[in-house]
């Protein structure tokens, strides 16, 4: 048997660990791709693993397994990696020997770790700290692969600049399109750390603590919903899902964002976050109410009579309507500041909404897909002639000419208002809108009083967060940088 | 699924059109509202119970049709808990009468100060 192969479930994880972070030491322009192609390998693995350990208590499990939701996000990146950008390639070779580790530490497990309860303190410890570093590992590997990939695209946007004032042709300049699916890449890495960063925060991998981990407290009703339904969207977006789809879901993220906005102002107003903070949080989450709503109009009028939701995404839409009326409404409207601070921890909510804009910036990334490639895209042919016509004037006054004189439907089509394929500039509209939310979703989580790492931490009690890496803020103000999509 | 009769189908068909509409015409009442409208939580549950009444529909059915007359959601409801009201007879479908729940309850929503 080979040397590596002997290593023990322990030795493998923290030699996992020490590769995720060397991939920030050796961070090149070109290793974003490469990174990219492998990250659904390690968490593959690393969901693998998380699911034959052993439970680290033995209370039942409280709610949702933040490891399901990871897992979700990792599958839609690796659709995005092979069928949109980078598409087949070279893979890192660091990533996939995290992979291999992980693999390997799961067949230890299955195989000699059947017995293993945790009865006593030290074997719940050793339990914990396997979770913790497998949690870890996957937080430093997306922050490093998030870094790769904002280097990989600055590197190419440093390139289009100089060629374009050198004036090479057109064919040999970097791309515009692959810097900003470049982008959009990093960013979904992005959220996948901030993830990650709500269980590493509470579960520190240092020697000192290592075996000393705080409890989770249980997640509320509003919590479960919300992990719930991210975890549904991201299933459901993963089919081919029908217009009807988009539209609930951007009405539901448009809730969510209300939500937020009523449970900041009521944090604010009961001193449980920075009162001049409230106002510019809550301004931001408006504005994300607004673009989430103006997507699902548009996605609206794709509808047909035969437009059916998918029935799962309808019960976890129900269960988050329910668990915000229940947290921040009453029979007349939205509750007041005392009304929701009676009924709910007001930071633990606010810090479930908060991960929930978060996660809403990913499922902005997919809807854009969905928008961009999905080829049975259809709707009624009135509506769609006349918004692909409006987008098409749009693109003219920027200097696009290539829509000029193109009919969208026929007069039959038009006639008996029949479905119609999505045209590109229909297409282009759709994709536009969603630039807008994927950058009004940035700037809310920018804004954000809360950041995930301050988890679970008691009212006001100052001092710095367990964990946390002094790079976290630049990387979200990039973020909302990176996500600012083309304007009208 | 309990098989349904023709009648119960068109009863359910006309329920879900009358849906339909009352979630059309609470959304441009939210949208109206502002970012922060209230009015979400009433047009989300008018859309969860449309989308059930035309899952309880068979596949074939039609749902295009006449579109219901009226420009107020509670009003809409309220036909529409009427009409469900004719079809939930002793030994009906479960599911139907739990849509019939579901509506009584968003009528009594939209005639409170949520919906209004």
């Known amino acids: 048997m080979p040397a590596s192969n002997r290593r023990t479930v322990g030795e493998l994880l923290a030699d996992s660990d020490a590769l995720a972070r060397d991939t920030l030491l050796d961070v090149s322009p070109t290793t974003g791709p490469a990174m990219a192609r492998a990250w659904g390998q390690v968490v593959q693995s690393a969901a693998q693993l998380w699911a034959v350990l052993p439970p680290a208590s033995l209370a039942p499990a409280s709610g949702p397994d933040l490891m399901v939701r990871l897992r979700v996000l990792g599958e839609g990146i690796s659709r995005s990696t092979a069928g949109q950008w980078p598409g087949p390639g070279p893979q890192d070779q660091h990533l996939l020997e995290i992979a291999h580790n992980l693999s390997r530490a799961r067949e230890l497990v299955e195989r000699y770790g059947g017995d293993v309860q945790p009865t006593s303190a030290d074997a719940r410890a050793d339990i914990a700290a396997a979770r913790a570093r497998v949690m870890h590992t996957l937080y430093v590997g997306a922050h490093g692969t998030a870094v790769a990939l904002r280097d990989y695209a600055a590197d190419l946007r440093d390139r289009l600049r100089l060629d374009t004032q050198r004036r090479w042709p057109v064919d040999s300049r970097p791309n515009v399109r692959e810097i900003e699916a470049a982008e959009a890449m990093a960013s979904r890495f992005e959220v996948f750390e901030q993830l990650a960063a709500g269980y590493v925060a509470p579960h520190p991998v240092t020697a000192s603590v290592l075996g000393g981990v705080r409890p989770t407290p249980r997640p509320s009703r509003l919590q479960s919903a919300l992990t719930a339904w991210e975890i549904q969207v991201h299933c459901t977006l993963a089919t081919v899902p029908d217009a009807a789809d988009l539209v609930r879901i951007g009405r539901i993220q448009a809730l969510i964002a209300s939500a937020a906005a009523v449970v900041t102002e009521a944090a604010g107003q009961k001193t449980e976050i920075d009162p001049e903070m409230t106002d510019r949080v809550a301004a931001t989450l408006d504005a994300s109410q607004v673009a989430w709503s103006r997507l699902a109009k548009r996605w609206g009028e794709l509808t047909s009579p035969d437009s059916r939701t998918d029935p799962a995404l309808t019960r976890a839409a129900g269960e988050v309507r329910a668990a915000i009326a229940a947290t921040a409404s009453t029979p007349t409207g939205w509750a007041t500041p005392d009304q929701i601070a009676s009924r709910v921890d007001l930071r633990r909510t606010l810090k479930s909404l908060h991960l929930s804009m978060v996660g809403a910036v990913d499922i902005a990334h997919v809807a854009q897909e969905v928008a961009a490639t999905q080829p049975t895209l259809t709707g009624p042919a009135r509506v769609i002639a006349m918004r692909a016509q409006g987008e098409a004037e749009i693109a003219k006054e920027q200097g696009v000419t290539a829509y000029d004189g193109i009919t969208w439907a026929t007069s039959q089509q038009i006639t008996a208002n029949q479905l119609i394929p999505l045209p590109e500039p229909a297409r282009r509209g759709l994709v536009n809108l969603t630039n807008d939310v994927i950058a009004t979703c940035g700037r809310a989580v920018a804004a954000g009083p809360l950041d995930p790492s301050e988890s679970a931490q008691p009212k006001r009690s100052g001092g710095p967060p367990a964990q946390r890496r002094s790079g976290q803020s630049r990387t979200m103000r990039r973020q909302e940088r990176a996500s600012e999509g083309p304007r009208r | ?116």
């Open chain 2, 1 to 116: 699924m309990e098989q349904m009769d023709t009648e119960v189908v068109e009863t359910v068909a006309g329920v879900a059109r009358l849906l339909r509409r009352a979630a059309q015409l609470a959304w441009t009442q939210a949208d109206v509202a502002g970012p922060r409208s209230s009015h979400q939580l009433l047009a989300l549950g008018i859309d969860s119970a449309a989308d059930e009444a035309s899952s309880l529909l068979p596949r074939r059915a039609q749902l295009d049709g006449p579109t219901p007359v009226g420009d107020n959601p509670a009003e809409l409801l309220a036909s529409a808990e009427q009409l469900l009201r004719r079809i939930c007879v002793v030994g009906a479908p479960a599911r139907l009468l739990s849509l019939r729940v579901m509506v009584a309850e968003l009528v009594w929503e939209a005639n409170t100060g949520a919906g209004k």
